[in-house]
């Protein structure tokens, strides 16, 4: 699999990442809450995973739970919808995966709330690419911070 450290679902305790896999907001779950911790109404977060579909072969799938593959689950959960609108399309898992996990970044460069993060790392000397690059790789804020300090240190001891 191309997205080898991919988060479990939101609905299943995963990090900031897994929104790449979540539904549509239309009734309240573990998403609203990680929506609102990242500052992204369930608007925005709407807008910017059709925005996705739209630039990407995400936005096929109209035979899915909510038309389109930008809604669908990750690749390790069955779906028989998924499965076969990918198999139509000619989309592999890797090629799925791959765009989940660019998906998963989009959407986290658009927290204000990230942002401020990256912010207060560079404040306590940590580099803005090294925190953006933690951040988007652990989901977490707090495994990001430390993974950030353990690239700075190596990096210092050169």
Request: hydrophobic content about 35%.
């Amino acid at each position: 699999m191309v997205w080898e450290n991919s988060p479990s679902h939101i609905c299943r305790g995963g990090d900031f990442r897994g929104l790449a896999f979540c539904c549509p907001p239309v009734k309240y779950c573990p998403l609203h809450k990680a929506i609102e911790v990242l500052g992204i109404t369930p608007d925005e977060f709407s807008k910017l995973k059709e925005d996705f579909g739209k630039k990407t072969r995400l936005g096929e799938g109209k035979n899915t739970c909510f038309g389109s593959l930008v809604w669908c689950c990750k690749i390790t959960k069955p779906c028989p919808f998924r499965d076969s609108e990918m198999l139509k399309i000619g989309m592999g898992e890797d090629e799925y995966m791959e765009l989940k996990q660019k998906l998963s970044e989009e959407i986290l460069k658009s927290s204000k709330i990230i942002q401020a993060t990256i912010e207060k790392f560079a404040e306590k000397g940590i580099p803005k690419e090294v925190a953006e690059k933690a951040i988007l790789e652990t989901g977490d804020l707090v495994e990001a911070y430390k993974e950030a300090q353990k690239i700075v240190a190596v990096s210092e001891n050169k």
